[in-house]
């Protein structure tokens, strides 16, 4: 008998008759003879309905009182499907990240799993019992519900099967695996069979939000396989795993773009030591992750600094960039929320010159102008226009060979 662990995300549970198909898909598991532990998304929009409710009011909310608003998708999702179980006569019980010991750091809004006390569920599963446990949230220390940033709901079914040390876990969703673009974005995109965790954690950190990224770092450090599949197809989806040694032969392994960042620049900043600590102190302080950083050569003692930051922190670190700026006496701040991210991912970019030559030629072609460039060992991104996302997106994945079948 295995433990598997279960994720479904809100397409899926997006009415009562899909959760209906999900207790089905829940069902096909537990009559193999196995004990299930699933772990369930809001309903669809349901968590971008609470956080406008509160945007309504203010676009800073206290994060405590955001958390305890924008956590309560899941606690419905999570009742009703264990309700729909239940009434088809399979005994199940609904756990809250609390009740099911998913215990997280005081970050509000983007907290992070510290450690979970799986006995509660151990115990329901030993009762024969389907768990049902809403993802997403988590408690601190102190007992404040806090959530785990967009997606989290990825995370929280990874960690979970690590610390019940699950055989599996199955993350079902509304496409049949991992692709290599985003398949609303590029209809030639193909199905990925197996991908490395790293380009997994690449892909999914520069955008393709089929799953967060914490939940691959958790996958990672564990070792938990991961499979993506479709909850309405009987598909195998796509095996996220170790390396092996087939893998660094394929050169590009997917794009990806993330609309979900803005651009800082701070211009006519005092070329001096300790000016960019004293910006990025500020941002870290305040628990606002920077992505990219760009200084431009500095012309009469001053430079101008170019940062981005998701859109979500956007109006908070111009706030206290602003403040910066002026106790160090640069010249402005300038935000712009219309960029966008578009990234190419392989591990055998390591060992293959030319990607970024290729990636710059193409973009080039079709008059799409770049703004940013950050590399690592195994991605190229490139920041441009907003408008041009789905155009560089599918232009790049034509030059590198990715819409033909191997
Ligand atoms: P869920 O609600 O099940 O968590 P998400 O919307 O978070 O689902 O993630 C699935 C979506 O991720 C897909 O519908 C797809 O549009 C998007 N996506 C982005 N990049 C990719 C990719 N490379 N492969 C597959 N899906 C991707
Ligand atoms: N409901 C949350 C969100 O929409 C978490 C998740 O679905 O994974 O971000
Ligand atoms: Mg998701």
Not at 122 to 150: C, S
Not at 338 to 349: F, T, Y
Not at 351 to 373: C, D, P, Q, R, W
């Amino acid at each position: 008998m295995a433990l598997v662990v279960q994720k479904f995300g809100g397409t899926s549970m997006g009415s009562i008759e899909r959760i209906k198909h999900v207790a089905k898909r829940v069902l096909q598991e537990k009559e193999k003879g196995n004990d299930v532990v699933v772990v369930v998304s809001a309903m669809a929009g349901e968590t971008d309905r609470l956080i406008n409710l509160v945007k309504e009011i203010t676009p800073e909310p206290n994060e405590r009182d955001m958390d305890f608003v924008v956590s309560t998708g899941e606690q419905v999702s999570a009742g009703l499907l264990s309700i729909v179980l239940n009434n088809m006569g399979y005994p199940a019980v609904s756990l809250t990240g609390w009740q099911a010991g998913i215990k997280t750091d005081n970050a509000f809004t983007k907290a992070r799993i510290l450690d979970i006390d799986v006995e509660r569920i151990k115990k329901h599963l030993k009762e024969g019992k389907l768990v049902v446990i809403t993802g997403f949230q988590g408690i601190t220390e102190g007992g404040d519900i806090t959530t785990l940033g967009r997606g989290g709901s990825d995370t929280s079914a990874v960690a979970l099967a690590a610390a019940l040390n699950a055989d599996r876990c199955d993350i079902y969703t509304d496409v049949d695996g991992v692709y290599t673009a985003d398949p609303r974005i590029v209809p030639q995109a193909k199905r990925i069979d197996v991908l490395s965790y790293e380009e997994m954690l690449e892909l999914a950190s520069l955008g393709a939000k089929v799953l967060q990224i914490r939940s691959v770092e958790f996958a990672m450090k564990y070792n938990v396989p991961l499979r993506v599949r479709s909850t309405f197809t009987e598909d195998e989806g796509t095996l996220i795993k170790e390396e092996d040694e087939t893998m660094e032969r394929v050169v590009v392994r997917g794009i990806a773009h993330n609309k979900n960042e803005a651009r800082i620049t701070v211009e006519r900043v005092p070329d001096k030591p300790g000016i960019a600590a004293r910006i990025f102190d500020a941002l870290a302080e305040a628990n606002i992750p920077v992505d990219m950083i760009v200084q431009n050569v500095s012309v009469d003692g001053y430079t101008d600094i170019s940062f981005t930051v998701e859109k979500n922190d956007a109006s908070k670190a111009e706030r206290i960039t602003k403040e910066v700026a002026n106790e160090i006496g640069a010249r402005n701040v300038i935000r712009d929320d219309r960029i966008a991210k578009v990234s190419v991912v392989g591990l055998g970019m390591r060992s293959h010159a030319g990607v970024a030559g290729k990636v710059f030629e193409t973009l080039a072609k079709y008059g799409i102008n770049i703004v940013m460039i950050s590399t690592s060992e195994i991605k190229i991104s490139c920041i441009v226009e907003e408008k041009f996302t789905e155009l560089a997106v599918r232009v790049l994945h034509e030059a590198f060979g990715l819409d033909k079948n191997e």
